[in-house]
């Protein structure tokens, strides 16, 4: 089964989403990072996805270390792991597991250096492909690139990548399934977390779909926020001051 992991984007301390890629057009859906990592764990959720944005404090420690603490789930975060004491800041917060983005030969090595030095169970790969064959900026990749990176002896011991897709638009009839299959086909032994491929119920069946090709969570920020799937609660954003964020279960949940 198909396991969904919130995502939880911070920017200036607040809980955002980004509309159409574009900070100037984002949203803020909660002012308190940690009541909603608590509203998320009332909904039964397993496991939080943080991103964490500010290019000059992707790792607010204070912040991550009060929403670690405040549920019995395992958050990992994505945003900012781009030397091995960022890593080494988000684990002293409490976070459980980190996302390295890989896209080219340095940050393949800086993923190595923290797997070794932390395992692979708490250091994972971010692979953001793109469907431009000749795409070279930043940390986005053709899918040419992205599978010499899976199969690059660096990340030969990975357990986990996580699969984002510059090219899906949420459009009707858009679903990213025959790269995310393409993307798949040289890995072995790890699995594959799909993310920002997901805009409603029907891209959420057809990646539950995937699970031969190694595909066992995705992550969904947004549309889990704008009530985009039939089975939320219509309370969820209309009076979510009035929840007893307290209820927080104590339940020991497996780590995934």
Not at 23 to 41: G, I
Not at 99 to 107: F, G, K, L, N, Q
Not at 130 to 154: R, Y
Request: glycine share 6%; proline share 3%.
């Amino acid at each position: 089964m198909l396991l969904v992991i919130p995502s939880i984007e911070l920017r200036k301390d607040y809980c955002v989403r980004e509309k159409e890629g574009s900070f100037e057009r984002e949203s803020v859906f909660f002012d308190d990072p940690v009541k909603m990592a608590r509203l998320w764990r009332l909904q039964n959720a397993r496991s939080l996805h943080i991103e964490g944005h500010d290019t000059g404090n992707r790792c607010r420690r204070n912040v991550l270390r009060d929403l670690c603490s405040s549920v019995d789930i395992p958050v990992q975060l994505r945003g900012g792991m781009t030397s091995l004491k960022h890593v080494r800041s988000a684990f002293d917060a409490g976070i459980y597991r980190v996302v390295i983005e890989v896209y080219d030969e340095r940050s393949r090595k800086l993923f190595q250096a923290a797997a070794e030095l932390y395992s692979c169970s708490r250091v994972i790969a971010g692979i953001h492909t793109t469907s431009d064959a000749h795409a070279e900026t930043g940390t986005t990749v053709n899918m040419s690139v992205a599978i010499d990176i899976v199969k690059s002896p660096e990340l030969s011991g990975c357990r986990r990548f996580m699969y984002s897709d510059e090219s899906f638009d949420g459009s009707a009839g858009d679903r990213p399934t025959a790269r995310i299959r393409e993307f798949c086909r040289p890995i072995r032994m790890a699995h594959v977390t799909v993310t920002d491929c997901i805009s409603g119920f029907d891209d959420l069946m057809t990646i539950a779909g995937l699970e031969e090709f190694g595909v066992d969570s995705a992550i969904i920020g947004r549309q889990l926020y704008e009530n985009c799937f039939p089975c939320q609660q219509s309370w969820c954003w209309n009076h979510k001051e009035e929840l007893d964020l307290s209820r927080v279960s104590t339940a020991q949940l497996q780590k995934h």
